[in-house]
């Protein structure tokens, strides 16, 4: 199971710092019909860091500008892409119909080609500005040069002296002290001035969060924007969020994210333009290691029941309906709402009287992380209940407890009593506890001893009296319907036993086809998956949901005479759904497990049956 976990975590790390993008070769030309006057622009775009480029041979053109390598990033989700492009400006040497032909680049051993392209050249045309609209990198100052040489001016650049300064990566901490389990946020941006530029990013190091439960918050689109540091401009680049929570007191440390820029830089010479050459060279950039302090949460005042909960909630409890009749379920909703560390919070547990079936909850978790508002939302468990008997039954108050924040203390909230009546089915047995399940489930009708004090006729005339043998002979006859009868009608109405495994068989099936359909939503598919092991357990061995240890399933499975194998594939399989909230799960690994819990299902029926 750990070798699993490891093999998760792994692989989530590899994707944060690898592009899986196709490798492409593409064309781009400013325009496809230009007068023999013009200047054209080509560019030559890959997909991916490609090597061996060679341009194509451009006949019927002159090369007046380039090449220009250009280099683009985009970080998405924790995920690198880049684009390299190499641009060339031409102008045609005569009219017609010219064909500009196919460059080349090779990627990992494979050559690829770009498509020739076609150019319509006619008459002269009067200059017009020239209107910019393909994509920039916003972190390279080569398109400026582009723009010169395509106007062809032959006075310098006024390129900046201190050209390869200001770019800065920053680690942004909502707060420096919280408290055990108190959220808190962390951003990783990237400063770079108008006067630096960079092409090549490579992650170096990636923190690693110890002793902190962590969050990334996902980047749907990340743009370049305008921000300040220090009081100056920069154009900006958030690179990772994440929602952080101190699993212990005392001071702990944030790791630093490292990159390695292939920034730009002036060499001191100049082109063939008698332009400013730009070099590139690597530097290595970290954020800086951050130090925060964390409290302990206090125990003098911690109330009794406390389930971890720190921020600021609400709580509610609530029934679908309050009038029922036997074996007729009902649902119990309980619901913590508000900001603070949602995701690791525990509800607290209903207490019902043993004549209310209690089954495990669905968990329906709404949390939302942001580094505004870190993490808040509402997390919700739904109880499916099934009266048993006849009678009017009350569902105690549920407290919960949470460390406030603002306030600095505990609070406590109690719900309002929820009484349940249940308007037709069996009655409670008069001798049975309302506390003593056993009492419930095995309650049978007891023969009463004979009444020795009988008077019994002497003489013969009860022996004589024909009627003596159609009064004893039609009830024996009739004896067996009746047992018959109150057999069917116990079944139906006080076999609670029978009901309860019912009900669980059908839950399972119904969990089972709702993790299917939620295949590709990780808390929702495993959540199901584990209603699913539990309510078929409760089907199949007649286990409680208190009993749900390891030890215990294993034990019961080997009394069943379960092999070895899929008793260690039960515990597998609710192991992962236990730890799947904290690990990745891609589409592939969830329809993996369900194919294998259907198989373990169908597997351990077959071996029940014998």
């Not at 006067?195 to 002793?211: D, E, I, L, R, S």
């Not at 680049?237 to 952080?244: E, I």
């Not at 302090?293 to 005042?301: H, N, Y």
């Not at 009463?448 to 003489?459: S, V």
């Amino acid at each position: 199971m750990y070798a699993k976990q490891f093999i998760y975590t792994f692989l989530a790390l590899f994707t944060s710092i690898a592009t899986w993008a196709q490798f492409q070769l593409k064309t781009q030309v400013s325009s496809q019909s230009i007068g023999i006057n013009q200047v054209l622009e080509v560019r030559f775009t890959m997909t991916d860091d490609g090597d061996d480029f060679k341009r194509p041979s451009f006949e019927g053109f002159e090369i007046v500008g380039g090449p220009m390598q250009s280099i683009s990033h985009s970080w998405i989700n924790g995920r690198t892409s880049m684009e390299k492009s190499f641009s060339f400006f031409v102008q045609p040497k005569k009219k017609g119909t010219l064909t500009i032909g196919s460059a080349s680049a090779t990627f990992e051993g494979k050559q690829y080609k770009s498509q020739p392209v076609t150019i319509n050249v006619g008459d002269a045309v009067q200059e017009q500005p020239r209107q910019q609209q393909r994509r920039r990198d916003p972190f390279s100052i080569f398109d400026e040069m582009e723009e010169e040489l395509y106007r062809r001016q032959r006075q310098q650049p006024q390129l900046p002296k201190n050209m390869g300064q200001g770019i800065h990566l920053v680690a942004k901490v909502s707060k420096s002290s919280a408290y055990v389990n108190e959220p808190i946020t962390v951003e990783y941006g990237l400063y770079v001035s108008d006067q630096a530029g960079f092409n090549t990013m490579t992650v170096k190091n990636m923190p690693k969060y110890q002793n902190f439960w962590n969050h990334m918050i996902e980047q749907k689109q990340q743009n370049v924007t305008r921000a300040e540091l220090n009081g100056k401009s920069y154009r900006y680049l958030s690179l990772q969020k994440a929602v952080l929570l101190p699993q212990k007191d005392g001071t702990l440390k944030i790791d630093p994210l490292e990159l390695e820029l292939e920034e730009q830089y002036l060499t001191g010479n100049v082109d063939v333009f008698g332009r400013p050459e730009i070099g590139l060279r690597k530097k290595v950039y970290s954020s800086g290691t951050k130090t925060i302090q964390v409290k302990p949460l206090p125990l003098d005042s911690q109330p009794a029941g406390y389930t971890g909960a720190v921020g600021t909630y609400q709580f509610n409890v609530q029934a679908n309906k309050t009038s029922v009749k036997a074996n007729e379920p009902l649902e119990l909703l309980l619901t913590v709402q508000g900001k603070g560390n949602l995701d690791l919070l525990t509800l607290p547990k209903p207490v019902a009287p043993t004549a209310l079936e209690l089954y495990d909850p669905e968990k329906i978790n709404r949390v939302n992380k942001s580094i505004s508002a870190g993490m808040e939302g509402s997390k919700a468990e739904k109880y499916v209940i099934v009266p048993q008997y006849k009678g009017t039954y009350t569902i105690e108050p549920i407290t919960f407890s949470y460390f406030d924040t603002a306030s600095k203390t505990y609070k406590t909230i109690t719900s309002q009593p929820i009484t349940i009546e249940v308007t037709d089915g069996p009655e409670l047995p008069t001798n049975a506890s309302m506390n003593n399940k056993a009492d419930l489930i095995s309650n049978k009708m007891e023969i009463q001893p004979l009444n020795k004090n009988i008077e019994w006729f002497n003489g013969n005339f009860i022996t004589q009296n024909t009627s003596f043998y159609a009064w004893w002979l039609v009830p024996l006859l009739l004896l067996p319907i009746v047992f018959l009868a109150k057999n069917v009608s116990d079944k139906k109405a006080g076999d609670v036993s029978g009901n309860k495994l019912k009900a669980s068989n059908k839950l399972a099936k119904k969990y089972l086809s709702a993790a299917k359909t939620q295949i590709g939503n990780k808390e929702a598919f495993y959540e199901a998956l584990e209603r699913c092991l539990h309510n078929y357990l409760k089907a199949k061995l007649k286990i409680e949901t208190t009993e749900m240890s390891n030890d215990t399933i294993t034990e019961l499975l080997q009394n069943n005479q379960i092999n070895s194998e899929d008793i260690s594939t039960f515990i597998s399989i609710k192991t992962t759904c236990e730890m799947a909230r904290y690990a990745q799960m891609d589409i592939q690994t969830m329809q993996k497990d369900y194919d294998l819990a259907v198989q373990l299902i169908n597997s351990i029926d077959k071996q029940l049956k014998k």
